[in-house]
């Protein structure tokens, strides 16, 4: 029988502990050889990242020893680091930068030369060429200025590093032929981001890896192509979004290559990270992809001579790291039911098996609140799509006729997107009587250039209309109280937090994490990577700074009025202390009530369990007290300055 408590007091078996216990971070899955091969990010290691390899006995081992993590921080944000070889393993080591190579579990020897200023030279997307003599990969050069090419890395320890291509800004991760002749990779120049317009060249390499000739395959400063891949007869593949949709192509000797199976649909997201792969072509030719339709993912398979994918009936519904095995794939997948796991796909049967779950530990599925797919009308006719989840816990009812309060959850990018993989951060709060609206606002990606481009000249507007519509229409609909929602967001998704609260009218207090508070400021001091990034999603720069001025949250803080809790890395080189700081100050000196929290080590989204635990304490803490209810459970409170202005509606 169920308990009667009013909404957020509910207890739940979904701790913060089990948020950090026993269960990881994955990334990167691939196949070499007889092996299986993924990235754990472990929270109870302080988010060390650990390259782990699946023998074909079933035995499990790690290959990065304790005192090393392989991460690198190319473009910060980093991603794929790592490439084995004929047994070796080579990764981009956190710390100091370099590139390593691990061998029969010897210790990691670096390969690459140590700079005069530690971490000064980073690497990414590495693979290794055929006969094991080279890494080539991304390198990233910090001096006065940060500079960005494409080199190869002798394996031999000599430090010999020989630089193949430069003269552009950026560099994707490269793609070699089978036989080692020709590198594909994609480059692109400020002001625009990779998702905005690339160039696809390939590199006819000698013998000794000199460079013969460049050719030009695709692209433009309007077309989006990414992820180049050969086949196994040495064919380049890449994704284009020439029609508005990213679709994969081939290199077929036509001008610009040829689609495979066009389709209104997405087959590739937006290139934050080294190493995407949103498809894997087979040793019998067959591709298998994943494409986002209405939000929803796929995996399906394209048969040689096909033109249209078949999909796989399979119970989930979001697919990365796709690689091939030869007779079938290695990737992650998750769903509304299952967590994120490195899972393989038989290309015939169809089948998928779980390799390695992110989570060893299971939640009755009566505590677990499902996600519905729903589209809602925002400003100007413009539809917003959101994954909505209500309140659920086997063990609690609410008082009769109680709403929920309701959280809307801003992603980051902003080209991200809201997924429908199980997350116990969305059930740690629908588990204790919070309403949750995972907002895919103008600007996401999954739906289309079309839909991606609604952000642009208009981040801060856009984005904000688009959640207090969707949090005007759920309390409309009288699922949600309408003077209990809030808002909270990370990144790209803590501005939106923070202009949201201070247009008012909707939501009553929010959460940002590590946001954006000055344009002016960040243009100034962010990193190289999205240094010009405002330039699509405001203006240039040099001749907006009064929209600059205009959109910042800072320069509005006089308007806000509703209590705020702010977290912040300090180590965060994407979006600077100073940004929460700001705020912060700005309140504080106002009489605002506002809470505080910073952790040493972080940088840009928390890692380790410390972090990890007390944000999600600490923010459910601070909603008791504005809405004055006692959540279930103890944990550290949290100091809220100008508390005594806090305004009790619960």
Partial sequence: MSNTAPYGTWSSPITTDLLVEQTVRL????????SLYWTEGRPEEAGRQVVVERRADGSLHDLVPAGYSARTKVHEYGGLCTAVHAGALYFSNFADQRLYRVVDGAAPEAITPEPDVVAAHRYAGPVVTPDGAWVICVRERHFDEVENDLVAVSTSGDGTVRQLASGHDFFGTPALSPDGTRLAFCAWDHP????????????????????????????GPAE??????????????FISDRTGWWNLYVDDGSPTGRALAPADAEFASADWLFGLASYAILDDGTVIGTWSADGRGVLGALS????????????YSSFSSIRSTGRGIVGLAGSSR??????????????LRVVKASRASTIDASYLALPAGRDFKSAGGRITHALVYLPKNADFAAPAGERPPLIVAVHGGPTSSAQSTLSYDIQYWTSRGFAVADVNYGGSTGHGRQFREELRGKWGIVDVEDCQHVARALADEGLVDAERCVIHGGSAGGWTVLCATIAGGVFAAGASYYGVANLVGFAEETHKFESRYLDGLVGPAATSRELFVERSPICHIDELRVPLILFQGLEDEIVPPNQSEMIVEGLRSRGIPV???AYEGEQHGFRGAVAIRRTHEAELAFYGQVFGFTPAGEFEPVFIENADALKRTG
Avoid: C
């Fill in 338 to 351: 299952h967590p994120s796991a490195v899972v393989t796909v038989d290309a015939r049967s169809g089948e």
């Fill in 27 to 34: 990334s990167d899955a691939f196949a070499a050889g007889d």
């Fill in 595 to 597: 809470a505080y929290i």
């Fill in 304 to 315: 040689p001579g096909a033109s249209d994918f078949a999909a796989f009936a399979l119970d």
């Fill in 224 to 237: 989006s192509v990414s992820q180049p891949r050969y086949s196994p007869d040495g064919v380049l593949h």
């Fill in 192 to 219: 625009r981001m990779p998702w905005d317009g690339t160039e696809l060249s390939e590199l006819e390499l000698g013998a000794d890896l000199e460079v013969a000739s460049t050719r030009f395959v695709a692209g």
